[in-house]
């Protein structure tokens, strides 16, 4: 298979979803090898994890909409959380149909071990940047996240 030369080249080193993606794994992967050995957890499962211990009672829907997931890697995760005994499914109780998901006694435990690891990388990452540059970058990440939204619903509506 040849690849068509007439047809525009991607400039990886410029083209922001690449670099975005490549930065988050480099990221999330570093991050990974501080927990997964000793608590048995992948990215996906922190994640998961991560967000239940700042949002109680999510669906997993809700869960991978908050983390930008693929529907079935988080409700494969919860699955093996829940198995695990690190994550609680309960009936919620106003929507009997609806489950909610929490992290256990013991997911807490875990999370309350792996957050201030992740909080620690995250600072060693950031102590290299001028406060003007972290205040800078997080403006512009909040940005990217409102043109994003703002692309994907033009997507949607044309």
């Known amino acids: 298979m040849s690849l068509n030369r007439d047809a525009a080249t991607l400039d990886l080193e410029h083209f922001l979803p690449y670099r975005l993606s490549v930065l988050s794994n480099r990221v999330s992967g570093a991050i990974a090898q501080m927990y997964s050995e000793r608590f048995g957890l992948g990215v996906t499962e922190w994640r998961v994890m991560a967000v239940l211990g700042r949002y109680p009672d999510l669906s997993a829907g ?44 013991e997911g807490v435990a875990i999370h309350d071990q792996v957050a201030p690891l992740a909080l620690t990388f995250e600072k060693r990452l950031l102590d290299g940047m001028s406060a003007d540059e972290r205040d800078v970058l997080f403006r512009l990440l909040d940005r990217l996240d409102e043109l994003e939204l703002r692309a994907e619903a033009d997507l949607g509506a044309g």
Do not use: I, P, W
């Open 62 to 105: 809700e869960v991978a909409q908050r983390t930008a997931m693929d529907k079935v890697a988080v409700s494969r995760a919860v699955a093996g959380l829940v198995e695990a005994g690190r994550v609680e499914r309960e009936t919620h109780d106003d929507d009997r149909r609806r489950s909610v998901l929490r992290l256990s006694a």
